[in-house]
């Protein structure tokens, strides 16, 4: 029986690939909602290629360029998201929708018992104890998509996590890895788009040259795998090879290996728990690598590890604060307004000023973000000056 999916955030890195695979397993895996943001003329070529029952997508006058095909319901905004979320028929929804706006539909998605395929790390980052009290609550699974924590769920497998010493997120590094601080003062926006391992979006690029997406990643595995700070270790990997390990009680270490290939844990999550299935991606061989290194991650010099680790010890609403001062500063370092090593200042100074406080809805976590980001735009400019 073919599987019916939804994918938000369609247009974007992950959703094209999520189709590619769809591509792969034409007869497994039908397409019945896609979601995007303002690229129009990408969503309406998906649309006329995967025949989907609804498309969403962010405003409402876009929405009216994509009413061409007869019984083709489309959304916009949150409204639309959620729609395509929670589609009649839909086993698995993949959640690709970029910062925060993927939260809701996800908490939809949830609701109407749909399981998650999970990409967008804010979801668990911001609102983690939120979405997965109500994952627990309506017995649905989060099935991760991001390479570390797939390789992590698949070498888990069914094991309690009882059995478990260290769950091991490998990072690449970056582009660049080794610099010192002296050596940030002066980098170029193409320079940190230049990943030596992954294709990814800009957003995400950017925070893997900064190390903050393997404070996120940390982040989402404790929600993920119900494991504590004090059992999770981030390891530089430069090859990009071993993409997560889980070292359990009695000194065993079990790893996913593969090559650099975001389909491969997109395929993963879309068959889970079914059987795996072949497929004609490059496959991985250890004639191409003489050598892999391991080293300890420089948080001196790559600050924003540091500042998740701070966010997670303080829990409650902090981590909401890091990942929504991030994108601010983020974006303004994209748009040549920030220097590359004043992105952690802006982060830094937001979460000194932030009293981090329970949350027991959306809607707070919702005010706690807009309150961030005001505060960061405020220390972007500040800095920006200098």
Not at 27 to 49: C, F, P, Y
Not at 309 to 333: H, M, Q, R
Request: hydrophobic share 40%.
């Amino acid at each position: 029986m073919a599987i019916n999916i939804s994918i938000l955030g369609s247009t974007g890195s992950i959703g094209t690939q999520t189709l590619s695979v769809v591509d792969e397993f034409k007869n497994s895996i039908n397409v019945v909602g896609l979601a995007a943001g303002e690229s129009i003329d990408k969503v309406r070529e998906q649309t006329r290629k995967y025949h989907p029952k609804a498309v969403s997508v962010k405003k409402e006058e876009d929405a009216k360029l994509i009413r061409s095909k007869k019984g083709l319901r489309v959304g916009w905004g949150d409204s639309g998201n959620c729609m395509v979320a929670t589609l009649r028929g839909v086993d698995k929804v993949v959640i690709a929708t970029p910062g925060l706006a993927g939260i809701k539909p996800t908490l939809a998605a949830i609701k109407a018992k749909k399981t998650i395929a999970l990409a967008t790390k804010e979801v668990l980052v911001a609102a983690g104890d939120l979405v997965t009290r109500e994952a627990k609550n309506h017995k649905v699974e989060i099935v991760p998509i991001d390479s570390e924590h797939s390789a992590i769920f698949q070498s888990l497998g069914n094991r309690s996590i009882d059995e478990v010493k260290r769950v091991i997120i490998t990072a690449s590094g970056g582009p660049f890895r080794g610099k010192k601080p002296k050596d940030l003062k002066n980098i170029k926006v193409e320079q940190a788009l230049a990943h030596p391992n992954w294709k990814m979006g800009r957003k995400i690029t950017i925070d893997s040259a900064t190390l903050m997406n393997k404070g996120f990643e940390v982040i989402e595995a404790m929600w993920l795998f119900g494991v504590p700070l004090s059992k999770i270790k981030v390891v530089v990997h430069p090859q990009s090879v071993i993409h997560s390990a889980v070292e359990f009680i009695d000194g065993s270490i079990i790893a996913q290996i593969g090559p650099s290939d975001m389909r491969l844990p997109i395929q993963y999550a879309l068959f889970y728990p079914g059987k795996r299935k072949e497929n004609s991606f490059k496959k991985f061989s250890f004639s191409d690598y003489s050598n892999l290194s391991f080293e300890e991650p420089d948080i001196a010099t790559f600050r924003c590890l540091g500042l998740a680790y701070k966010a997670i010890k303080e829990g409650k609403t902090a981590p909401a604060v890091l990942t929504a001062a991030n994108d601010v500063a983020v974006e303004a370092f994209l748009e040549e307004k920030l220097a590359f090593h004043k992105i952690p200042d802006v982060i830094e100074s937001v979460l000194s000023r932030h009293s981090p406080k329970r949350y027991k809805s959306l809607e707070e976590i919702l005010a706690v973000d807009s309150w961030a980001r005001d505060e960061a735009l405020k220390f972007a400019i500040k800095f920006g000056k200098r």
